[in-house]
């Protein structure tokens, strides 16, 4: 058999670079934020369900935390219901909340579970609403009105924020050798069902559970600048910076504030990763150069 030497030497040098990474990171959390297009291309389904496996064989504790928007569209169009938002939080009425549970806690949850177990890893499947792991408060927009008007408060019916996680659930199936897999559905005080941001969910999971490092999948290389050129490593007073200039601006607002709360409130780094990329999440961590954003806390890596 003819060895391809080129890529023997390529393949050894990848895993010379991995080394210190995955010696640095065993034992530790990292929390992953799964969305965009790596949830609905099977390529990319398939290299995540792997990336993460790999994690927990080399002694990372992986917990993911998933999306669904575009599976909750893709069903409420079935059943002839309209989708609405406003500011791009959907409007979430009983119906429409009912539809989320059986998507996000349902079909998407056991997907991506059933995915890792093909792979060869044990995974769980949990919403919010299990072992009270999430609690939720309803959110309200108050949007300013017009000159010498009052502000309108707009009710967006289920749609919730973090009140507070009790990670027991998850400390449990990690020390047992699982990997949770978190849909982000809350329980109110009222005892409603909340559908709640999957990105502030990974925020807010990734400080209780005390995490090296917050990784949110996005649809973009990362964080840009001016000149459509990536910023791949930045301190918190740079993007503030950044985001006083208008360098950060529109939907990457959130989820940059997200990162930020993140590394301010004590996981080392926040990583913007672009998950179109196959292996996005292992290139980001293993390699020098990775493949999005990376925002360091005062301790960060």
């Avoid at 408060?137 to 017009?146: D, G, H």
């Avoid at 329980?187 to 807010?204: E, P, Q, R």
Wanted: charged content about 25%; aromatic content about 4%.
């Amino acid at each position: 058999m003819t060895i391809d030497t080129t890529y023997a030497m390529n393949f050894a040098r990848v895993l010379s670079e991995a080394l210190p990474y995955i010696r640095r990171f065993a034992g530790k959390t990292i929390v992953i934020k799964y969305g965009g297009n790596a949830m609905v291309d099977d390529r990319l389904k398939s290299g995540f369900a792997r990336d993460i496996v790999l994690m927990k064989l080399v002694g990372i504790n992986p917990v993911v935390v998933h999306g669904g928007g575009p599976q909750i569209g893709k069903l409420l169009e079935k059943i002839g219901k309209q989708s609405r938002f406003v500011d791009g939080m959907r409007v979430t009425d009983s119906e429409t909340m009912d539809v989320v549970e059986m998507v996000l806690g349902g079909l998407v949850n056991k997907e991506i579970v059933s995915l890792i177990h093909r792979h060869g890893g044990q995974a769980v499947g949990l919403t919010g609403k299990d072992g009270d792991l999430i609690r939720a408060r309803k959110m309200t927009l108050n949007r300013p009105a017009a000159e010498d008007q009052p502000s309108e408060i707009i009710d967006l019916g289920h749609v919730g924020e973090v009140a507070s996680i009790d990670a027991g659930v998850v400390n449990l199936l990690v020390e047992g050798g699982f990997i949770p897999v978190i849909a982000p559905i809350g329980v109110g005080d009222d005892g409603f069902s909340y559908n709640i941001n999957a990105d502030l969910v990974a925020g807010k999971m990734a400080e209780v559970l005390g995490a090296e490092k917050l990784m949110l999948l996005t649809n973009t290389k990362g964080l840009l600048d001016k000149n459509g050129d990536l910023l791949s490593r930045l301190s918190v007073s740079q993007v503030d910076e950044l985001t006083r200039d208008g360098t950060i601006h529109g939907g990457m607002l959130p989820k940059i504030q997200c990162a930020l709360d993140a590394v301010q409130s004590g996981v080392k780094a926040s990583h913007i990763v672009d998950g179109r990329v196959e292996h996005a999440v292992l290139l980001e961590l293993f390699t020098d150069e990775g493949v999005g954003t990376l925002i360091r806390g005062s301790a960060g890596a």
